[in-house]
């Protein structure tokens, strides 16, 4: 049986050094993550759990590991919130969210019970649970499931029946989940409550038809721009052009939420990021109404760290969520400028063959570059990159593609490395912003317009960025490392 008090313990005992481990993008202190949960403000302050397995740098039967910051980049990690050691949840607390009520910080998750039947065949059964605690200690509550699988619709799945997000709109609570249907297609379900502790089902929000995937996981619904979106996560999707590919991905499904009928009349369905690692976003509004989004910069599919690496998963840099002219665009949060050190700039450089810039190197920067008009083909920038390695994106200017190449990245499994993108809107000025933090890249093109998130575990002295172009370009380039204050940074994270 797992407890609470003995993955505390665990994390205590064997938490890895943070120098071996990304800067500002949160990873578990030991052992294994995925999705990001109960992604919320409380008190005043951003609080983040996640699916949690500290024994081991593979998935197992889940916990809630726990962090919080003031400004989503530094992080502190505090002790697990929620372990699997009740009967209604112990095959695991899956994926949730948490709202900040006036009888504290509220945790809705996922209670996983396996079954044997006599003829030995196994049953899951997933039911909606609630904790509440005051920012570090939650308490299960007395009466779980709150939502249980026998209040689903007939024919409705009891076994993929997960991931609940809660909001509060003019005095009731709404709550999506993700389920299948009887054709076994993925569906997001939307239920009410007065008091977060009775459900009345109301709709299906919205289905799949058959279209994205099987089951949708980790939904997230709200408004944003005088729009209705909600993010799915879909399982086993089959590529479709270079939009969706092969495999987990996340989709924004943008429309008009019809409050008659509890339905969302989706206008437009699109990729949230092009990238080889994201999955199971999930949102906040801060108190000054951004809505922020936060991932797993994972995939199932997609385990390429060292086999010596003994953490596993890590997030997203949270991004700030915009809808734009009919675009839904996403850019790191505001707060990261604060951490910019080292300022380099170079202005209508001309870049031709192969060249470094004095300057412009390391693994946690910020670095923007714009591509002015002209003649050539292609031009690549290259990073975590010496005699050794080297990560890349291409951009294929007549096929307006950007390709992410991480086959030199160092490592030894056989998965994606490259993986192309569209550019949806080009621009005269092509605008690439790259993040890095040592083992991730995060690119976003034109303003947030798109976004690629990918890892790759390349040795950190492997440092230099190396610029080409097959004839020449011009560009003009910022760059900024980033730096946490000594002493104080992502304490144990
Ligand atoms: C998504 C997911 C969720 C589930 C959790 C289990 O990545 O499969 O649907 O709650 O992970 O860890």
Request: net charge negative.
């Amino acid at each position: 049986m797992f407890d609470l008090a003995k993955a505390a313990d665990y994390q205590e005992q064997h938490r890895i050094d943070k120098r071996k481990k990304p800067l500002f993008h949160v990873t578990p202190p030991v052992g294994w993550m995925n999705d990001p949960n109960g992604f919320s403000v409380y008190q005043g302050t951003v609080h983040l759990f996640y699916q949690y397995y500290p024994y081991n740098d593979r998935w197992g039967t889940m916990h809630w590991g726990h962090c919080i910051s003031e400004d989503f980049i530094k992080w502190q990690e505090l002790p697990p919130a929620l372990a699997p050691d009740m009967e209604y949840d112990k095959d695991g607390c899956f994926s949730g969210s948490a709202i900040e009520t006036p009888e504290g910080h509220v945790l809705i998750y996922t209670g996983v019970i396996e079954e044997t039947l006599q003829d030995g065949t196994k049953t899951i059964v997933q039911q909606q649970c609630l904790a509440v605690g005051d920012g570090v200690c939650y308490h299960k509550a007395e009466q779980n499931p709150i939502i249980a699988a026998e209040q689903l619709p007939q024919g409705f799945s009891r076994e993929d029946f997960r991931d609940p997000k809660v909001w509060q709109e003019n005095g009731t609570y709404y709550l999506v989940a993700g389920n299948k249907n009887e054709q076994q297609q993925g569906q997001v379900v939307l239920f009410e409550s007065k008091d977060l502790r009775t459900w009345n089902y109301l709709s299906v929000l919205a289905d799949n038809g058959g279209i994205y995937g099987n089951m949708w996981e980790c939904p997230d619904f709200f408004s944003l721009g005088g729009k209705d979106i909600l993010l799915v996560s879909p399982q086993d999707m089959r590529a479709d052009g270079v939009e969706f590919h092969n495999g987990n991905q996340t989709a924004a499904l943008i429309g008009t939420y019809d409050n008659q009928t509890h339905q969302l009349n989706e206008e437009q369905v699109v990729s949230l990021d092009y990238g080889t690692d994201f999955y199971a976003a999930q949102t906040l509004e801060t108190d000054d109404g951004r809505r922020i989004m936060i991932a797993w910069m994972q995939s199932w599919d997609m385990d390429i760290k060292p086999t010596d690496q003994k953490w596993n998963g890590m997030m997203t840099i949270p991004r700030q969520l915009e809808y734009r002219e009919g675009v839904l665009c996403q850019s790191p949060v505001r707060e990261l400028e604060q951490y910019r050190t080292e300022e380099v700039v170079y202005k209508g450089k001309i870049i031709s063959g192969e060249c470094r810039l004095p300057g412009v190197q390391g693994r946690e920067l910020d670095l923007t570059i714009e591509l002015e008009p002209g003649d050539y083909q292609w031009f690549r920038i290259s990073f975590a990159h010496n005699e050794s390695y080297s990560t890349s994106f291409c951009y294929d200017r007549a096929a307006q593609t950007l390709t992410f190449d991480r086959t030199y990245c160092g490592m030894i499994r056989d998965a994606v490395c490259e993986r192309s993108m569209k550019i949806k809107r080009p621009q005269p000025v092509l605008k690439l912003r790259l993040i890095l933090d040592r083992f991730s890249a995060e690119l976003f093109v034109n303003d947030g317009a798109q976004a690629f998130s990918a890892t790759f575990y390349t040795p950190l002295h492997a440092e230099d960025l190396v610029f080409a172009c097959d004839q020449s370009v011009k560009v003009n380039l910022v760059k900024y490392k980033i730096a946490l204050e000594e002493g104080n940074a992502n304490e144990n994270i």
